[in-house]
């Protein structure tokens, strides 16, 4: 079954790429469901992808297609569509009209709460249920809790989070390398979850890039013109840099752990 979110949502896809033929962006997923986070779109695109009717192409922007739609939107579609997403052929020598929908409304005739899907397993509506809880960040590869190295920006790699360890903003993940922040609890392979953003206050764990290439996670300490980089470990020396030579990247707001 789809709730109807999930319903308006796979609509706006669908129209979208009939007259465009790529998918909306998740800024414009999230006005047209009035939603107040781009959460809230990934959630749904999750359970979506999980239900069979999405697919989501993760090495490409704003790449979704539609796998298939429920009985009432196929038949309004009615026959004169090509391709896997439905988009009118133009005449030869005619270029294609342009598409500007207006407010992405879904069918008029739309009435009940959820809609009824061809499903045969109660598992699959408990995995639906688990990937609407969550949302895909970046990866952006491994972080020195000891000496600074420099992140690894693997813009393929993707790691889902519980929606429930994030707030406002934008956030992505590294991997831990390294014991200096053991004494805080953060662990060599842990996975850092960081809000994006150049502000912090003294006491935060930061990322913070060091001359524009090193990148370190550290607590951070703001002395006069210099910001001091402290360790969680006794064995490791606080480091101390001129204010300009250090650009905060973001703060520690969750940590994943997988135990073996």
């Known amino acids: 079954m789809l709730t109807r979110k999930q319903y308006q949502l796979l609509t706006i896809i669908d129209q979208h790429l009939r007259g465009t033929g790529f998918s909306p962006s998740f800024e414009e997923m999230k006005d047209a469901l009035g939603l107040k986070s781009k959460s809230g779109v990934h959630r749904l695109i999750s359970a979506l992808e999980e239900r069979g009717f999405l697919r989501r192409r993760h090495h490409r922007a704003r790449a979704l297609e539609v796998l298939r739609l429920p009985e009432d939107i196929m038949a309004a579609s009615g026959p004169g569509s090509d391709g896997a ?44 249920a688990a990937a609407a809880s969550a949302v895909q960040l970046p990866l952006y590869g491994r972080i020195a809790a000891g000496l600074p190295i420099e992140a690894l920006r693997d813009h393929g790699a993707l790691i889902e989070v519980p929606v429930a360890l ?74 101390i840099f001129p204010a300009e030579r250090v650009r905060l990247q973001g703060r520690l707001v969750a940590l994943l752990r997988r135990y073996a």
């Open 85 to 128: 997403n439905g988009a009118p052929e133009a005449a030869p020598g005619v270029a294609p009209a342009s598409f500007a929908p207006p407010s992405f409304a879904p069918p008029p005739s739309f009435a009940p709460n959820v809609i009824r899907g061809d499903f045969s397993a109660r598992l699959q509506g408990v995995r639906a």
């Open 166 to 239: 994030l707030g406002n903003g934008e956030h992505y993940a590294l991997e831990v390398a390294g014991d200096s922040m053991i004494d805080a609890g953060i662990l060599d392979g842990d996975t850092a979850i960081i809000r994006r953003g150049e502000g912090a206050e003294n006491g935060q764990i930061v990322v913070a890039l060091i001359d524009e290439g090193e990148v370190t996670l550290k607590r951070l300490r703001r002395r006069g013109n210099s910001i001091a980089l402290e360790p969680a470990n006794a064995r490791h020396e606080t480091r």
